[in-house]
């Protein structure tokens, strides 16, 4: 008992040894993980999901997230090609889609990530106009996906979208804008009342002329219309006399005074 003894108290700190080795050489990766392996600094490759065993201090252990990545870019202050001054915000959507070239290729894949595309965002809008950025989003937005995944493909990165979020205008701007879209509405408006004076003039016309054609419409219209004034229940009312009624006494008279 006593050599047993003895050769258990020989061996506890190498079974301590093996059992830190064990735990310290089994690595568990998660599914949206990988692990880019470094050993003796050389890259082995990416290994996992699961269960995976690497060689305690020779190897060392990267993990790699390829999970997508929603970033905020800043606020940037832009001039746009018409010298207006704004600043705008947006984010990129972006994952990993080779490990080893991102942590090789990049020191921080997301850090220049963001400022690239802070850069490219500022490049892209300065070359644009105003009515572009607020009226064309959609090209603006696919033409910075492409600059960005473009730049960032040999880093092992696909940019999936870039969306701008707000474009902030100067106060001055602001007034312009909302006179300018006073002044269209009401260009707008000038316009229907003009067609629908234009359209009442051509159907007055047209009752005109075929009112004209029998004298008797006339009469009947004349009557309607002293119909809707009396409804109105007003105090006064204009009744014109027809000159037709007194023209025989007038054709009387004349022949009376010539002779």
């Given at each position: 008992?006593?050599?047993i003894?003895?050769?258990?108290?020989?061996?506890?700190?190498?079974?301590v040894?093996?059992?830190?080795?064990?735990f310290?050489?089994?690595k568990?990766?998660?599914?949206?993980?990988?692990a880019?392996?470094?050993?003796l600094g050389?890259?082995?490759g990416?290994?996992?999901?699961?269960l995976?065993?690497?060689?305690?201090?020779?190897?060392?252990?990267?993990k790699v997230?390829?999970?997508t990545?929603?970033m905020?870019?800043?606020?940037?202050?832009v001039?746009?090609?018409?010298n207006?001054?704004?600043k705008?915000?947006?984010v990129?959507?972006f994952r990993v889609m080779?490990?080893?070239k991102?942590v090789?290729e990049?020191?921080?894949?997301?850090?220049a990530t963001?400022?690239?595309?802070?850069t490219?965002?500022?490049s892209v809008?300065?070359?644009?106009?105003?009515?572009?950025?607020?009226?064309?989003?959609e090209?603006?937005?696919?033409e910075?996906q492409?600059?960005?995944?473009e730049?960032?493909?040999?880093?092992?990165?696909?940019v999936t979208?870039?969306?701008?979020?707000?474009?902030e205008?100067?106060?001055?701007?602001k007034?312009?804008?909302a006179?300018?879209?006073?002044?269209e509405r009401e260009?707008r408006?000038?316009?229907i009342?003009?067609?629908g004076e234009f359209?009442?003039?051509e159907?007055?016309?047209?009752?005109?002329?075929?009112?004209?054609q029998?004298?008797?419409?006339?009469?009947l219209?004349?009557?309607q219309?002293l119909?809707?004034?009396?409804?109105?229940k007003?105090s006064?009312?204009?009744?014109p006399?027809?000159?037709?009624?007194?023209e025989?006494?007038?054709?009387?008279?004349?022949?009376?005074?010539?002779?």
């Amino acid at each position: 008992m006593e050599i047993i003894s003895a050769l258990l108290g020989a061996m506890g700190p190498l079974l301590v040894l093996i059992l830190f080795f064990l735990f310290s050489a089994v690595k568990v990766i998660r599914e949206y993980e990988r692990a880019v392996i470094f050993r003796l600094g050389r890259v082995i490759g990416a290994k996992g999901p699961g269960l995976i065993i690497v060689i305690p201090i020779i190897d060392k252990v990267w993990k790699v997230d390829l999970r997508t990545v929603a970033m905020d870019v800043p606020p940037q202050e832009v001039i746009t090609r018409d010298n207006v001054p704004i600043k705008v915000d947006a984010v990129v959507y972006f994952r990993v889609m080779d490990p080893v070239k991102a942590v090789v290729e990049v020191e921080n894949y997301i850090y220049a990530t963001s400022q690239f595309s802070q850069t490219t965002l500022r490049s892209v809008l300065g070359q644009a106009e105003l009515d572009d950025v607020l009226t064309k989003r959609e090209a603006i937005n696919h033409e910075l996906q492409k600059i960005i995944d473009e730049a960032t493909d040999p880093w092992g990165i696909k940019v999936t979208s870039v969306e701008l979020k707000a474009v902030e205008l100067p106060e001055g701007m602001k007034r312009a804008m909302a006179k300018q879209a006073e002044a269209e509405r009401e260009r707008r408006a000038k316009i229907i009342s003009a067609e629908g004076e234009f359209q009442a003039a051509e159907k007055l016309t047209a009752a005109a002329s075929l009112i004209g054609q029998v004298p008797t419409a006339l009469q009947l219209r004349f009557l309607q219309t002293l119909v809707e004034i009396s409804a109105e229940k007003n105090s006064t009312v204009l009744f014109p006399f027809p000159i037709e009624l007194v023209e025989p006494f007038l054709k009387k008279m004349t022949q009376n005074q010539d002779k």
